[in-house]
């Protein structure tokens, strides 16, 4: 079943971490199918307003329209969320089970992202990589429209990457939108990917 139609937008956005206004006016929108890959420098707040869509931060000012109710989207932070004394299948399990997914989901995704036989390994024994791909089979457990990814190509190698772009096209086919932070360009062929660059 494809994810419910997205239809997000943005108006005036302004961002504080602290007492710095991190930025100010900032507008876009966001539909499915549709892909915004956030550049800027460090400090610009690209993780911040990633933070902020999430819940996590609340806006100096401005508006957010057409977030999806709650669960309707997957958040993702560059250090992967994942407890590092539990194996690969535990995490997963314990991610689905807080989340309203069944544990019939972790097989799947875990075959997906190619680290299915790695299941029973602690965390804390694999690659950055191998970690990488742990998490990123939280976004195939449950179908959400709205995927929200912080600099999720780190530590991936070129068959993680094409793998990445394999399910975020595959993500974006199905209606779902996503926006993305990475100073390294996003895998090369990926359709419907906008470019909005924060600055300092």
């Given at each position: 079943m494809p994810p419910p139609s997205l239809q997000l937008e943005i108006r005036d956005l302004a961002v504080r971490r602290g007492p710095r206004l991190l930025f100010e006016g900032l507008g876009f929108a966001l539909s499915g199918g549709e892909i915004l890959h956030l550049q800027g420098a460090n400090g610009?707040?690209?993780t911040s307003?990633?933070?902020t869509l999430a819940g996590l931060r609340r806006p100096a000012a401005g508006q957010?329209?057409?977030?999806?109710?709650?669960g309707g989207l997957h958040w993702l932070g560059h250090r992967n969320g994942l407890n590092l004394n539990l194996s690969v299948l535990e995490n997963l399990e314990f991610w689905c089970g807080l989340n309203g997914a069944g544990a019939a989901?972790?097989?799947p995704a875990l075959e997906r992202v190619g680290i299915w036989k790695l299941r029973h390994?602690?965390?804390r024994t694999l690659s950055a990589g191998q970690k990488r791909r742990a998490a990123l089979a939280r976004l195939l457990a449950q179908r959400r429209?709205?995927?929200l990814l912080d600099e999720p190509l780190d530590g991936l190698d070129r068959q993680g990457l094409e793998l990445f772009a394999q399910l975020?096209?595959?993500h974006a086919a199905g209606g779902?939108?996503?926006?993305v932070t990475s100073h390294q360009p996003l895998p090369a062929g990926l359709a419907g990917v906008r470019i909005l660059v924060l600055n300092p």
């Amino acid at each position: 079943m494809p994810p419910p139609s997205l239809q997000l937008e943005i108006r005036d956005l302004a961002v504080r971490r602290g007492p710095r206004l991190l930025f100010e006016g900032l507008g876009f929108a966001l539909s499915g199918g549709e892909i915004l890959h956030l550049q800027g420098a460090n400090g610009a707040g690209k993780t911040s307003l990633l933070e902020t869509l999430a819940g996590l931060r609340r806006p100096a000012a401005g508006q957010v329209r057409g977030l999806p109710e709650e669960g309707g989207l997957h958040w993702l932070g560059h250090r992967n969320g994942l407890n590092l004394n539990l194996s690969v299948l535990e995490n997963l399990e314990f991610w689905c089970g807080l989340n309203g997914a069944g544990a019939a989901a972790c097989q799947p995704a875990l075959e997906r992202v190619g680290i299915w036989k790695l299941r029973h390994r602690l965390v804390r024994t694999l690659s950055a990589g191998q970690k990488r791909r742990a998490a990123l089979a939280r976004l195939l457990a449950q179908r959400r429209p709205l995927w929200l990814l912080d600099e999720p190509l780190d530590g991936l190698d070129r068959q993680g990457l094409e793998l990445f772009a394999q399910l975020l096209a595959e993500h974006a086919a199905g209606g779902g939108g996503a926006l993305v932070t990475s100073h390294q360009p996003l895998p090369a062929g990926l359709a419907g990917v906008r470019i909005l660059v924060l600055n300092p």
